[in-house]
């Protein structure tokens, strides 16, 4: 009897689910992701960038619960972008002790851990769409509960860690995409033209590998200036020098194969060779050296938002906040840095996991 043929791809792919921790490393990136994507679905602040608080309620502590008056200053209109990049904030949200109703005014006294310099405050009812009390009640006066606690600004900690994930995330597609796009071009033409073409790239990359990542990833920022998609450029336009090494060398022992030749005596143009025929077989070493690239480019944005170069306030960002936090670690409250640090060891971990079980499934030796 015959054996029954099986491919390439579905050894890999079956290799890779025997492999647990890179099965699961997987689904935890995958439900992060989805996180990510319905932060301000999920969120329980779901303005935009989870940065509606008030300092009066500023680092309180995991699961703390307040009364919130909520005074509207705009029609509250929902729209699907609301679910994709939060909500503007159109209303006043007041933390308050207590509250009461005379005549046509609503006396409250606001927040303070020490109830005894608690200011009292007055709101007209006319501020309300409603001047019922019992509607006043029920639709903006609400006990919320802070999972996480609040921040050093009072804002919701649990929303600004979950919108803080699209960061994280967003900076490993953007810089790994770029990485791939100019380490794969590069690589590839080096290595399958040689002589001048590959002793000038090469040269290039060297002069690139030899700077500190960190250190070159600040100068580029500096240079394009503070934002989020300048980080993320940024961090892209220096990952891609180990890609192309990888590239170069692949494409100078693929190139000598027999089908390359064929290709050729067919009269194929070069840039079909390269990227229809030589690329597609050299790139199992490419996905695992971009799982890699993932975990460095999401190191590189903590570090380079906790020095005051990454997203720029409001936009969280897991690294803003431990350098918004990490002083807590003294006073008390060391969780308000630990959490975003650990959340994203995590996601670091997770996806050098998958680095090495990828490595391990397209393996053709083993």
Same mark, same amino acid.
């Given at each position: 009897?015959?054996?029954?043929?099986?491919?390439?791809?579905?050894?890999?792919?079956?290799?890779?689910?025997?492999?647990?921790?890179?099965?699961?490393?997987?689904?935890?990136?995958?439900?992060?992701?989805?996180?990510?994507?319905?932060?301000?679905?999920?969120?329980?602040?779901?303005?935009?960038?989870?940065n509606n608080g008030d300092v009066s309620i500023s680092t309180q502590h995991p699961g703390f619960k307040v009364d919130v008056l909520k005074i509207p200053f705009a029609e509250n209109k929902t729209s699907f972008s609301d679910?994709?990049?939060?909500?503007?904030?159109?209303?006043?949200?007041?933390?308050?002790l207590s509250y009461s109703f005379k005549n046509d005014t609503l006396f409250y006294k606001e927040f303070s851990t020490d109830p005894s310099i608690s200011q009292t405050k007055f709101v007209l009812k006319s501020s309300f769409p409603t001047q019922d009390e019992s509607e006043i009640q029920k639709q903006f006066i609400k006990t919320k509960k802070?999972?996480?606690?609040?921040?050093?600004?009072?804002?919701?900690?649990? *929303?600004?860690? %979950? =919108?803080?994930?699209?960061? #994280?995330?967003?900076?490993?597609?953007?810089? +790994?995409?770029?990485s791939l796009v100019i380490g794969i071009s590069l690589g590839a033409i080096a290595g399958y033209y040689g002589g001048k073409t590959d002793a000038a790239i090469l040269w290039l990359i060297n002069v690139i590998w030899s700077i500190p990542t960190l250190l070159l990833v600040i100068a580029i920022t500096l240079a394009l200036g503070k934002g989020f998609w300048q980080v993320f450029i940024a961090v892209g336009l220096t990952m891609w020098v180990e890609v192309a090494r990888v590239v170069r060398g692949q494409v100078m022992s693929v190139k000598q194969m027999q089908y390359v030749t064929a290709a050729r005596a067919l009269?194929?143009?070069?840039?079909?060779?390269?990227?229809?025929?030589?690329?597609?077989?050299?790139?199992?070493p490419?996905?695992?050296?971009?799982?890699?690239?993932?975990? *460095?480019?999401? %190191? =590189?944005?903590?570090?380079? #938002?906790?020095?005051?170069?990454?997203?720029? +306030?409001?936009?969280?960002?897991?690294?803003?906040?431990?350098?918004?936090?990490?002083?807590?670690?003294?006073?008390?409250?060391?969780?308000?840095?630990?959490?975003?640090?650990?959340?994203?060891?995590?996601?670091?971990?997770?996806?050098?996991?998958?680095?090495?079980?990828?490595r391990d499934a397209l393996d053709v030796k083993s």
């Open positions: 009897m015959f054996k029954k043929f099986v491919s390439a791809n579905r050894k890999a792919f079956q290799k890779f689910k025997s492999n647990y921790w890179g099965v699961f490393s997987l689904v935890f990136i995958i439900l992060v992701s989805i996180v990510a994507v319905l932060a301000y679905v999920i969120a329980p602040d779901n303005t935009e960038n989870a679910y994709i990049v939060g909500k503007k904030i159109n209303e006043q949200s007041i933390p308050i802070y999972w996480l606690g609040t921040d050093n600004q009072g804002r919701d900690y649990l *929303s600004r860690l %979950l =919108v803080g994930a699209r960061v #994280s995330l967003a900076i490993g597609f953007v810089a +790994v995409f770029i009269g194929f143009s070069d840039r079909r060779i390269i990227f229809k025929h030589i690329i597609p077989n050299i790139l199992a490419v996905i695992v050296i971009s799982a890699a690239n993932f975990a *460095s480019a999401i %190191l =590189v944005e903590s570090g380079l #938002s906790f020095l005051g170069l990454g997203a720029q +306030v409001p936009v969280p960002s897991w690294g803003g906040m431990i350098k918004e936090h990490y002083n807590y670690i003294i006073l008390g409250k060391p969780y308000l840095a630990l959490i975003p640090g650990l959340a994203m060891c995590l996601l670091v971990v997770a996806f050098m996991m998958i680095g090495n079980a990828l």
